[in-house]
């Protein structure tokens, strides 16, 4: 669903996991206030994501995210458009932050049923007129999306992998490379000198920092908005 964040919501605090986070928590900035952001091709709600993982004071809860039983063109594109055109009447910009592990799931689903259910093809000309209208579009990812699996009626994620910022080096590199290359891929066609700068984790999941800033700073990406 789309949402948008106003100055006093923006998370802007990261706790450094352990001394040794020094260096790359030096190079990764977090957003300033001058931002709106919107999760405008997020799947939230949109259908069954299955239990997630949450850590709170050294407590691990299972919670559940989504019902399954909405449609993305009315839950995030239209939305979304009619944050860009309000937002535009007052010469203001919005920043969307693309679910892309997401949108690679219903990309994955499109190659194998042959059937664009999901509506990929109006999602990516969403982000495309975005940057096209000089909004900006940057990275925000579910990690339990890489390895989801549809089973005739939702998307079973991989809920072992759902807190990014604790798999290994390897794996973050995998997620994120393959992540900021389709965004680029797709928007530097529109805009020659686009680039992916932001990253949104998953509900906060930026615990323990050291690993992910490392992969997050090796790609370009320079704030933080978790």
């Not at 949402?3 to 300033?32: F, K, M, N, P």
């Not at 559940?64 to 909405?70: A, I, L």
């Not at 909004?135 to 759902?162: M, P, R, T």
Request: hydrophobic share 40%; with cysteine.
């Amino acid at each position: 669903a789309a949402g948008v964040e106003g100055t006093g919501h923006i998370q802007s605090h990261i706790v450094a996991a352990d001394a040794h986070d020094a260096a790359a928590q030096a190079d990764v900035q977090i957003l300033g206030t001058d931002h709106i952001d919107t999760n405008g091709v997020s799947g939230t709600g949109i259908f069954t994501h299955g239990p997630e993982l949450q850590a709170w004071g050294g407590v691990v809860q299972v919670v559940p995210h989504g019902n399954g039983d909405g449609n993305p063109i009315d839950l995030m594109v239209e939305p979304t458009y009619r944050l860009m055109d309000m937002l535009e009447q007052y010469n203001q910009r919005l920043t969307i932050m693309a679910d892309v592990a997401e949108i690679l799931c219903f990309h994955r689903y499109w190659q194998q049923t042959g059937r664009d259910d999901f509506h990929v093809q109006e999602v990516e000309q969403q982000l495309c007129d975005a940057i096209r209208r000089g909004h900006d579009v940057q990275l925000h990812v579910h990690s339990s999306y890489f390895k989801a699996a549809w089973n005739g009626e939702h998307f079973d994620q991989c809920i072992e992998e759902y807190n990014m910022a604790a798999l290994s080096y390897e794996r973050i590199t995998e997620m994120v490379s393959q992540s900021v290359k389709y965004l680029e891929n797709l928007l530097q066609p529109i805009q020659s000198d686009y680039k992916v700068w932001l990253f949104r984790a998953a509900n906060w999941s930026m615990m323990p920092t050291p690993t992910l800033y490392q992969v997050l700073v090796e790609h370009g990406i320079t704030h933080d908005t978790s």
